[in-house]
């Protein structure tokens, strides 16, 4: 059963990259008597995005997750909780939905997050709500279309992830790293040790290692992903454990000039946490920052690009499964298209903004019944799942192959 009376859907981190996506999609596809609240650290540029939407439903509030007596008063009446804030307050906002005993959505926790989150598996099933972990395009998209080949198979032997994407877009000014999403969290996944599930066993590889090349369908095509560390190695294996996975892995294919500066960024030593001392204003004493907090101001603090002639992007997000059926060994690829959303003025991005928007609307109309802090592969079932992709114009796509030998 779904819920009968209006929805209030609490975006956090609403007015950042991923969180205006998931905001712009709730305006567009919720029910005229829902509610949208955009609540973020910023007040500021919360109100800016709420009155550009020139719709009624759409309300800013600040949010401040550290200030837990504030943030709960601010939102009382919630829902869901869709988590669009930095990955490592994702304890933080899961705590906040126990406290408001609402539902939990988020992107992910960047694998080792992730396992922490699990933890709260219990709290969440002892008042009957659900927390969807990591619900965009990687993981979560991956995870579901994982979870629909897998449901095809009798046993599962391997489930690697892959994520291509081409951009021909012309914009002005041309960035000189053009990020969509905090670049934070890139170099992060370009610094820490993968997790890669092999012969049964967990283990970690170097980071952007295994760059192979792989052939996206059309107009990706060939490619060379790379080992980055994500959160579908820390579910799949024991998501479908019972089916006897042996290999799971997750790959991306970034653009070759944008891996390359970030890679340079990265050796230059700014993806690290650890703070240094610099000058203070003025010259009067030190303050310590940590070069990844300074490269991530500065990056996100680029001038906005204006997209200069029609939006050329695509990306692919596919999943590879081996495994058997009556006795016979069948390689299912599972991919889903997007080419982003112009009515909008989003791009491929979308695929990952709006799969949280999805989730939240599927707790509202009781299609995810799943209780407990699951990932999606366990929470979203695959078909009502694609059937709101397809409304966002993203293509799922599926080829079954005979034997085990599809290049991953």
């Known amino acids: 059963m779904g819920v009968t009376e209006p929805v209030r859907y609490v975006v956090l981190g609403g007015a950042g990259a991923m969180g205006r996506i998931t905001v712009r999609d709730l305006v567009e596809t919720s029910h005229a008597e829902d509610r949208i609240v955009i609540a973020d650290y910023d007040l500021g540029k919360a109100r800016a995005l709420a009155a550009s939407l020139r719709d009624s439903r759409v309300s800013a509030v600040r949010v401040d997750v550290k200030d837990r007596a504030s943030a709960l008063k601010a939102l009382k009446g919630a829902f869901v909780l869709i988590n669009g804030v930095q990955y490592q307050l994702n304890l933080d906002v899961m705590e906040l939905a126990l406290a408001l005993r609402c539902h939990?959505?988020?992107?992910?926790?960047?694998?080792?997050?992730?396992?922490?989150?699990?933890?709260?598996?219990?709290?969440?099933?002892?008042?009957?709500?659900?927390?969807?972990?990591?619900?965009?395009?990687?993981?979560?998209?991956?995870?579901?279309?994982?979870?629909?080949?897998?449901?095809?198979?009798?046993?599962?032997?391997?489930?690697?992830?892959?994520?291509?994407?081409?951009?021909?877009?012309?914009?002005?000014?041309?960035?000189?790293?053009?990020?969509?999403?905090?670049?934070?969290?890139?170099?992060?996944?370009?610094?820490?040790?993968?997790?890669?599930?092999?012969?049964?066993?967990?283990?970690?590889?170097?980071?952007?290692?295994?760059?192979?090349?792989?052939?996206?369908?059309?107009?990706?095509?060939?490619?060379?992903?790379?080992?980055?560390?994500?959160?579908?190695?820390?579910?799949?294996?024991?998501?479908?454990?019972?089916?006897?996975?042996?290999?799971?892995?997750f790959k991306i294919a970034f653009d070759p000039v944008f891996t390359d500066r970030v890679r340079f960024l990265r050796d230059l030593g700014l993806a690290s946490h650890e703070p240094v001392d610099v000058p203070a204003p003025g010259g009067r004493g030190v303050v310590s920052v940590a070069p990844v907090d300074v490269a991530n101001k500065v990056v996100m603090s680029q001038p906005s690009a204006r997209q200069a002639g029609p939006m050329r992007q695509h990306e692919v997000v596919r999943a590879v499964v081996k495994g058997t059926r009556d006795g016979r060994r069948v390689t299912w690829v599972a991919d889903c298209h997007c080419a982003g959303m112009p009515a909008w003025g989003v791009g491929v991005d979308v695929d990952t903004g709006s799969p949280p928007a999805v989730a939240a609307q599927m707790l509202a109309a009781g299609e995810i019944v799943a209780r407990g802090a699951v990932p999606p592969e366990k929470a979203v079932p695959p078909e009502p799942f694609f059937r709101r992709l397809r409304r966002r114009r993203m293509t799922l796509r599926a080829v079954k192959k005979s034997g085990w030998s599809f290049p991953v």
């Open 104 to 249: 939990y959505v988020d992107l992910g926790g960047l694998f080792h997050m992730t396992r922490r989150q699990t933890r709260l598996d219990g709290r969440f099933r002892a008042i009957g709500r659900t927390a969807v972990l990591g619900m965009g395009a990687a993981p979560g998209i991956t995870n579901i279309l994982a979870r629909w080949a897998a449901d095809r198979l009798d046993t599962v032997r391997e489930i690697h992830a892959r994520v291509g994407t081409m951009d021909r877009t012309r914009y002005a000014p041309q960035p000189a790293l053009a990020v969509s999403y905090s670049l934070k969290t890139i170099l992060e996944e370009f610094s820490m040790r993968p997790a890669v599930f092999s012969r049964g066993r967990l283990g970690f590889v170097e980071p952007m290692s295994g760059d192979a090349p792989h052939r996206f369908p059309p107009p990706v095509g060939l490619r060379r992903p790379m080992y980055t560390i994500h959160s579908e190695v820390a579910t799949l294996p024991s998501s479908f454990r019972d089916k006897g996975v042996r290999e799971v892995s």
